[in-house]
């Protein structure tokens, strides 16, 4: 089976020249036992596909990834034609100038800006002065509104569309959680240790993060947008300041100009300078629907986003 989905991905790339791409797929265990009386047992399946497509001339490059549970939701023909269409799309693409533009992440994009939004929710970190969560006096902002109310993250270990692990890898049972709800920071992990140091049950780190979404679909989106971005990716993300959760990253593998609910024309890839915390706009101006992406090294699903006032600070040279 998986031979045969390679095969129509294969098509599709011979059909536009160049490719590259991975299908992997995964069925494990997870077993933990001490000599305290602690086991854990749970069980898993994955199956991961990515593509990217470039054209002949090295000028366009599109991108799909899709990630699941069951192989039967999987469809690379789809996800392929997708990347096909981006990468002969993105030829010829024009310089904008930088600045602050209204853009619409695709999952691929806004996964590797959100996992490092739920990934500081430590509580340690947090209690430290480590954090964006940190306030003086050992204190965290656990509690606060930080971000637009419609944003909810949640994690459930028994969802339909994003089983995980039951247990976590210190042998924490996993159950359904709020991190935020309608835009306050409900919960914190708190590993074995530092809940013993703060006199409160310990809470572990989820396997899968989801996050809430509205009805519009991309294409809803899009139409919407009187003038704005299409992001298909980001990536080289890195941290410039971890206690705002400023981070800087370059877009690429198709990246297009919208203007009157459509796409004109591919535009020349930009690097970006965004923070995740309350300072930030981004996440007050959020429109979204859920969609599952394949992108993060963490299970996760989430909602293309339509944001306003993302700051690209300058042009970058990728495909």
């Known amino acids: 089976m998986r031979a045969d989905l390679v095969q129509q991905s294969l098509q599709v790339s011979r059909d536009n020249k160049l490719a590259a791409g991975f299908l992997e797929n995964s069925t494990t265990f997870y077993a933990l036992m001490n000599s305290h009386g602690l086991f854990a047992y749970t069980t898993n399946t994955a199956v991961n596909f990515s593509v990217t497509l470039r054209t002949e001339d090295g000028t366009g490059s599109g991108y799909a990834a899709r990630g699941y549970n069951d192989i039967s939701k999987l469809d690379v023909l789809a996800a392929s034609k997708t990347a096909a269409w981006k990468a002969n799309k993105s030829k010829g693409a024009k310089a904008l100038e930088p600045g602050k533009y209204t853009v619409i992440l695709e999952p691929a994009a806004g996964i590797v800006l959100m996992e490092n939004l739920y990934g500081a929710l430590d509580a340690r970190n947090a209690d430290e002065g480590r954090s964006f969560l940190s306030m003086p006096g050992g204190k965290s902002r656990l509690g606060e509104k930080l971000v637009d109310e419609r944003v909810n993250i949640y994690s459930d270990p028994h969802n339909e569309e994003l089983p995980t692990y039951y247990y976590n890898f210190d042998g924490q049972p996993q159950k359904k959680m709020s991190w935020i709800e309608k835009g306050v920071v409900k919960n914190l992990f708190y590993s074995r240790y530092w809940a013993r140091q703060k006199g409160v049950a310990s809470i572990p780190q989820p396997d899968g993060i989801i996050m809430d979404g509205g009805t519009a679909s991309t294409e809803d989106l899009i139409k919407s947008t009187e003038k704005g971005i299409l992001v298909t990716r980001l990536w080289y993300i890195r941290a410039v300041d971890p206690q705002t959760l400023l981070y800087t990253g370059l877009t690429r593998d198709g990246t297009f100009y919208i203007e009157n609910g459509e796409i004109k024309f591919p535009i ?9 915390s309350s300072c930030s ?24 986003m339509k944001i306003r006032d993302f700051t690209f600070t300058s042009l970058s040279d990728a495909v």
């Open 268 to 276: 020349k890839n930009f690097r970006f300078n965004e923070a995740r």
């Open 281 to 304: 706009t981004t996440w007050r101006h959020l429109v979204s629907r859920t969609d599952i992406s394949g992108e993060s090294n963490q299970s996760a699903m989430i909602p293309p």
